[in-house]
Every structure is written in structure tokens, then in C-alpha cells.
């Protein structure tokens, strides 16, 4: 048996959709906060158990009988490695023997604040005695897809990230590539997953002034004020800083991967950024 957590967010309805191509639905376990959300997944046989990180009492009865489960990362910044650490001691009681986690691109080492958590939690998934497979997840293209449009009203994409090559990859890459490692057999390793194009944000801007046939020039500007930038367009602060922080870094190679270890997992090109911007802009 299969399980996912997270099945019903944006990249766990993405790995159901994949999975269910390889592998029987009755075979495969959606484990999710709100069963209720989760019901285009049971019309298709998948099965539904509740699972809440949150309430790690609902957690091991949703592992039983699963033999690799997918540890989709919490989206509760803050919280995520008190949440981890309950989804890892549930399913040790309840005995799987592979767990997957979607990790952060290089999170050993990485200067985001957010690799934190996820060093954390791959900490814990050693520590606990598991077979692990890490999905080390680099920056989704989806993160500047909400830029593109002001950036093409005003003429201007801002950023923090200076000349720093960032490769990302679309939500439905990384999700067909942990469709493909929890349907395999592997029962350790460590994925380094990313785009097999890297790109500046300046190419960014110069991607987004052709699919739009406007000028569109990149300026670039401290993360301090790109923060101040993301709050005054009506990004929550706590979010402006992760996404400023994330720029910074970015400038210092934070994002940049080009290993193409994901393209080798999913046995295909990765969707390109000028794809991306161009079904944006252009339908
Ligand atoms: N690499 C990147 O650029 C990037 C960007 C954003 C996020 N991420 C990470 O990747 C993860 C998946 O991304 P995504 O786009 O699918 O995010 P998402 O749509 O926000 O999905 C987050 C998932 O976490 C689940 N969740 C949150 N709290 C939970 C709880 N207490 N118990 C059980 N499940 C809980 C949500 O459940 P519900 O379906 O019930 O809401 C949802 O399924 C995120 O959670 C985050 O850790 C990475």
C-alpha cells in the first residue's frame, strides 16, 4: 500500500493524478486533514483516511498497512517540524517502511530561512531508524507566475536576487517525480530536484517582455526593500519575508541546481519557464 499526505493541496492532487496512472487506486491511501475535501479522490477508489498533523492521534490508524508513504511537507510555517516529527513516529509505530519527505533543494546547506524546518525534519528521519528517500524540491515556477501581469503594467519586474541563476521547476514536475520514486523501489536516497533550465530574473523579465510584446526591464533592489515592496502590493508580512529572503539567497546560487536529476526521474524535459509565462499572458 501507497499513502500520500497532503493529497488534497496543490502538489498532492498533482501526485494522485500521477499515481493513479501506475498504480491501482484501491492500492494507494489519500491522507488528508478534511476527508470532505478528498472526494473526487474516493470517486476514484483511492481511499480516504483522515489525517491531521496536528492531531497525531488520527495519524497511526492512516498508516496502517502502508508499506511507503509520502510525507508532503506542512504548509504551516513555524510548526512544520512538531508536525513532521508526529507523522514520523506514526508511522514507525504503525510499521512503514519507506517514507518519502519533500524536502528543500540542498537543504543541507541551504542559507533560506525556510530550510530550517526541513533540516530539521530530515534530521528526525534519520534519526528515526526509517528508510528514507529525500525529494529535495526546488522553487516552484508557480511562485512568479503572480508577478507577471503587474510586472507587465508597470513596466518593471522587481526583485532581490541580482545575477543569481534560479532553476525552477513547475508543481507538476516535482509531483510526477515523487509519483514515480513512491510507485518505485528505492528505499533511501537523496533527490536534488530542479528545472534543466536556470534563469536571472533579468532573463525572467526579458522572458515575460516577448510572451507580452511589451518592455518589461528587471530592477533590482535590497531585500529590505523588495520585503517593504511585497507588503505594499498585499503580500501578509510573514510572507513578503520569506519570499524577499528567498531572493536574497537566491543571489548567492540558493536556487540553482543543474543536475537535471528531476528530468531523469520523470523521463521527460522539464516545462520551461517561457511555456509557463506564455499560458499566463497568452491562454
Ligand atoms: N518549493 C517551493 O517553491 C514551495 C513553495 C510552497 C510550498 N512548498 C512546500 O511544499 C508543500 C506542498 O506544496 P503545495 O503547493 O501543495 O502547498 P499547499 O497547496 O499549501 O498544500 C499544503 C498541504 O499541506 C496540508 N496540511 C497543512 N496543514 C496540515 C495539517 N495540520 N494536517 C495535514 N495536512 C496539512 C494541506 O492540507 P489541506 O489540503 O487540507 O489544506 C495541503 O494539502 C508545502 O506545504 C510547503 O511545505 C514548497
Same mark, same amino acid.
Given at each position: ?22 498504480t491501482p487506486p484501491a492500492s494507494i ?54 508536525? /513532521?516529527?508526529?507523522?514520523? @513516529? =506514526?508511522?514507525?509505530?504503525? #510499521?512503514? +517502511? %519507506? *517514507? $518519502? ?5 540542498? &537543504? ?9 524546518? /526541513?533540516?530539521?525534519?530530515? @534530521? =528526525?528521519?534519520?534519526?528515526? #531508524?526509517? +528508510? %528514507? *528517500? $529525500? ?5 516552484? &515556477? ?32 516535482? &509531483? ?108
Amino acid at each position: 500500500m501507497y499513502a500520500v499526505t497532503g493529497a488534497t493541496g496543490q502538489l498532492g492532487r498533482h501526485v494522485m493524478a500521477d499515481l493513479v496512472k501506475t498504480t491501482p487506486p484501491a492500492s494507494i491511501i489519500a491522507a488528508v486533514r478534511d476527508p470532505a475535501k478528498a472526494a473526487p479522490l474516493a470517486a476514484q477508489g483511492i481511499q480516504v483516511r483522515e489525517a491531521d498533523y496536528d492531531r497525531p492521534e488520527t495519524l497511526e490508524a492512516a498508516f496502517q498497512g502502508v508499506e511507503r508513504l509520502l510525507l508532503i511537507s506542512s504548509s504551516a510555517v513555524g510548526r512544520r517540524v512538531t508536525q /513532521h516529527q508526529a507523522v514520523i @513516529a =506514526a508511522a514507525k509505530a504503525a #510499521g512503514v +517502511s %519507506v *517514507v $518519502l519527505y519533500t524536502s528543500l533543494l540542498h &537543504a543541507d546547506r541551504s542559507a533560506i530561512g525556510l530550510a530550517e524546518e /526541513h533540516r530539521q525534519t530530515e @534530521a =528526525a528521519l534519520r534519526d528515526s #531508524g526509517l +528508510s %528514507v *528517500v $529525500l525529494l529535495r524540491n526546488g522553487w516552484y &515556477a508557480e511562485n512568479y507566475l503572480n508577478g507577471v501581469s503587474p510586472a507587465v503594467t508597470r513596466g518593471v519586474l522587481f526583485g532581490a536576487a541580482g545575477d543569481g541563476r534560479i532553476s525552477t521547476a513547475s508543481r507538476s514536475d516535482y &509531483a510526477a517525480a515523487a509519483a514515480v520514486a513512491l510507485a518505485g523501489a528505492e528505499t533511501s536516497g537523496v533527490y536534488e530536484l530542479a528545472g534543466d533550465e536556470s534563469w536571472t530574473l533579468a532573463d525572467l523579465a526579458e522572458v515575460i517582455s516577448k510572451a507580452a510584446d511589451k518592455p518589461v526591464a528587471y530592477k533590482d533592489i535590497s531585500e529590505a526593500a523588495y520585503r517593504e515592496a511585497l507588503i505594499g502590493a498585499g503580500l501578509p508580512e510573514h510572507v513578503a519575508e520569506i519570499v524577499a529572503n528567498a531572493d536574497a539567497s537566491a543571489a548567492k546560487g540558493a536556487l540553482f541546481d543543474d543536475s537535471r536529476t528531476l528530468s531523469r526521474l520523470i523521463g521527460r524535459p522539464t516545462i520551461t519557464m517561457t511555456q509557463m509565462i506564455n499560458a499566463v499572458l497568452n491562454g
